[in-house]
């Protein structure tokens, strides 16, 4: 579970969730150690949590698991700053969901995921 560690849930809504991104986060020491970049794997998990986060508060219940992805490409470096937002704009419903990740209006991130 990241949230907490590497981010904090700012708002969850229909079409997404907005986060911060926390600066000490003890990755940030280890990727990369004076050029920190939020790692790709990190994106992916917290596109896994959020989605589970909006499942909840749709009253679902159970744990959202990741069971595959596919078409990840990570567009633009992500780096912790103070303040720094994503948005995370998510569709589809079901199993099978696309993600993308904005820092304001940059693109950094977009994959296909097959969640359980």
């Known amino acids: 579970m990241l949230r907490g560690i ?7 809504d229909a079409t997404g969730a907005t986060v911060r991104l ?3 986060s003890p990755v940030y020491r280890g990727h990369f150690p004076g ?11 917290m596109a ?8 909840d508060q749709a009253g679902h219940d159970g744990k959202v698991r ?10 633009s470096p992500i780096m912790p700053e103070a303040e720094t937002l994503l948005r995370f704009k998510l569709d589809g419903e079901g199993e099978n ?7 304001g209006d940059t693109l950094c991130a977009k994959m296909s995921l097959t969640l359980a």
């Open 35 to 45: 050029y920190p970049i939020t790692p790709g794997v990190c994106l992916v998990e």
């Open 22 to 24: 926390l600066p000490d």
């Open 66 to 75: 990741l069971v595959g992805a596919k078409n990840i490409k990570f567009t």
């Open 97 to 103: 969901r696309s993600v993308e990740v904005y820092e």
């Open 6 to 12: 590497l981010y904090e849930t700012v708002q969850v």
């Open 48 to 55: 896994v949590e959020l989605i589970d986060e909006m499942a």
